[in-house]
């Protein structure tokens, strides 16, 4: 019954996380027009930096053990640092379907890395759903894509942030051996944070032009999609496989179609509905589970051997 239970609390912050990141795609669109890449970054950690310490002082969480440091400077400097600039940058060069689809080559990533560095299982269920997934978040990509909407500049800086998504990930997977979920993503959006200070500057002088509606935006950004969806997504990697958490977030292309469509009017075609159904069945299948193998019927008892008649 535990472990039931613990199976379904992890499938709800992994399910929180998924609609938080898909919700970051349409709020970086809209505080992008304001915000320079960095200065955007910069604003979003320092709201989730902030959000995350005030639950760190009422939980009483301390420093996290020191073998965990490196796993979250790592993790901070690849994840929440250099990841949320690019992928900033890269939102201003390609519509949100492009970025969707480049960074969600990132499970394939996780799994690989997850597979080599981590010696994560990678049964047929998972590479099944992943195929799947991966399929979906293509038809969704393609679908949602302009014929000029996309660069070339703006795909490679997706990629680059798929890359460091996967890197942050495979690094802060061994972390949470010792630390707590909190403290890994309180001190690696701290990190990022760091990271990123010399786009300080920059977002003083943003903040003073930007309207209302953006700012508010980027603090969304820090405190929902950073300070919570990151520490939904730790306490659900701690309790599976980097390469079972990376397949999850194939769903988000589907739910930032969706979201679209309900707070930009944007109502998708039949070909982007059907990547949407493919990517959540590829995440159904990947997080599913074999059926136990049926119990061995017993082997009848062997029956004593009846004297012989012969002298």
């Known amino acids: 019954m535990n472990l039931r239970r613990t199976e379904l609390l992890a499938a709800g912050a992994a399910t929180v996380t998924v609609i938080l990141w898909a919700s970051a795609f349409v709020s970086i669109r ?53 990841y949320m600039v690019v992928l900033n940058w890269g939102e201003q060069q390609v519509d949100a379907g492009t970025a969707a689809l480049v960074v969600n080559i990132g499970p394939i990533l996780i799994a690989l890395l997850g597979a080599r560095l981590l010696k994560d299982a990678m049964p047929p269920r998972l590479l099944a759903g992943m195929a799947v997934s991966f399929a979906g978040a293509v038809t969704v990509g393609l679908s949602m894509s302009d014929d000029g909407g996309s660069s070339v500049l703006g795909v ?29 993503t309180t001190f690696g959006c701290l990190v990022g944070a760091v990271v990123c200070l010399p786009f300080a500057g920059r977002l003083v002088s943003d903040a003073a032009d930007a309207p209302a509606s953006a ?59 059907a990547g949407g159904v493919l990517c959540l069945a590829g995440v159904a299948v990947s997080r599913s589970r074999a059926r136990a193998a049926a119990a061995p019927v017993p082997a009848p008892e062997p029956q004593p051997e009846k004297a012989s008649d012969s002298a």
Do not use: D, H
Not at 56 to 68: F, T
Not at 215 to 227: C, D, E, I, K
Not at 244 to 256: E, N, W
């Open 30 to 82: 809209s505080a992008g027009a304001a915000y320079s890449p960095g200065a955007l970054a910069l604003g979003r950690l320092l709201s989730g930096a902030l959000a995350l310490a005030v639950i760190c002082l009422i939980r009483r969480e301390g420093l996290p053990p020191r073998s965990a440091w490196r796993g979250i400077a790592v993790s901070g400097v690849l994840w929440f640092g250099f």
């Open 156 to 184: 490679v800086l997706c990629l680059l942030a798929a890359i460091a998504y996967a890197g942050g990930v495979v690094a802060q997977k061994p972390v949470l051996g010792s630390a707590t979920p909190l403290q890994a």
């Open 215 to 273: 700012t508010l935006n980027m603090v969304y950004l820090g405190v929902f999609p950073t300070a919570l969806a990151f520490t939904t997504w730790a306490y659900a990697l701690a309790r599976t496989t980097a390469s079972r958490m990376g397949a999850t977030t194939y769903a988000v292309p589907a739910l930032v179609v969706l979201m679209s469509w309900l707070a930009l009017g944007e109502v998708p075609g039949l070909f982007t509905l």
